[in-house]
């Protein structure tokens, strides 16, 4: 049988493995990426699109987002896809909501994000979407960015293959990987490195590592409308209080404590499915929104009309959308490190693993990928 050669060896062709494929290339490497199915059906295109660094943790996390960002708009602009700047919205419909949203706005600055407080007659002066009744205000961020994931996971393999020179071995397994020997479907390679972006699958290289990583699954409910009707515009990308208890940003506040109380307390059904709710718009016009959280190794394979009940009451409290009929449902299922933002193992030399970033990887990956590449030099 002949044997295949790269330079770098990347399984998985979801937003990882795409980002690090990209961060390789630059660098002058011939890289093939191998992807199990025949396009790529993880998370990565299950998900908002939204690139979110007013989400991220205070201090390196923050920083590595909006690194990222910064290569995500390169990339997009390079490979000529579309994209949304938007902007991003925290509304706020409680004096706790309030509180939260406006310590965060005098807080945050000093830590390098760029958002600001907005009165409720700004907030609506912004978005047509926004609900006027009970507004107190909300927080307004500039750097958020919406893709299509549909878009991205079809198209940036395209760019990379066309402009970069990348090769995709697509419904093509990687059965193991031992340095130079990448053995993948019925195909054998020899690479100088191989960078293992495999999602939430822990089972099939490296097993007893990613075991004793201590991930976890998360389970995740989605719903997207059809293309709101007129080319009706949503502007920036929603979310609400419930988000606060939410994104680990908003950790550095002393006044979340009692809102995540009163939510417990009140709406202890969201607690339960760990539900947050936001919403985001594609170029076409559709709206996309989610979602829960359901944490563990073995994950319910069949969806709950509960939990979309849930998100759809919650997203009326705040949403003035034309139609909120739905076209579609699904789930979406991401690994996550209890404490860390992702998890960058070295099981042998020249081999990385890069997974676990939870509900940041698209926001993260551009910036991850760039720091594994630059260390992987090193
Ligand atoms: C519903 C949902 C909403 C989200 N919203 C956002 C958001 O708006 N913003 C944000 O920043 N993040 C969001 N996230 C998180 C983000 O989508 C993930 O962190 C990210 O997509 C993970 O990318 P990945 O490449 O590691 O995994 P995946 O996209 O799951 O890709 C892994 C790929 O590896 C392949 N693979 C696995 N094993 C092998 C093998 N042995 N051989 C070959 N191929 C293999 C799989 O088939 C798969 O295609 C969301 C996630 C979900 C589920």
Redesign the pocket.
Known sequence: MPVNRADVAI????????AHAYASARRGRSVVV????AK?????????????PIGQAAGATHALALRSREIWLDVLRCARLPYLATGSLHVTYRDDEAAVAREFSELAPARGYDCQWLSAEAVLSRSQAVRAEGLRGGLWSSLELTVD?RSI?ANLPRFLSEQMGVQFRYG????SVALPRVE?GDEQWEAGQAI??????FE??FPSLLREAGLTR?????MRTPSQANGWRLGPSLAAGLTLRFYPAFAICSTLPALKQRIAEETPEYDRWGIHV?V?QTEQGELTL??SHEYGETLEIFDKAEIDRLILDYLATFLKAPSLDLAQH??????KHPTRPFVSLSPEPGVRI????????????FGIAEQTVSQMEM
């Open positions: 399984v998985g062709a979801g937003i990882l493995g795409l191998f992807e199990r199915n790529a059906e993880g998370a990565s295109i299950r998900n908002f699109g939204m690139i979110w994931p996971v093509c397994p990687v059965r993948a293992v972006c495999s999602g939430h699958d099939t290289l998360c389970k995740l409910q989605m936001l985001s989610g979602d699904w789930h979406g299922i991401y690994a890069v997974t676990a970033t939870g509900g940041s990887g698209m926001t993260l990956s």
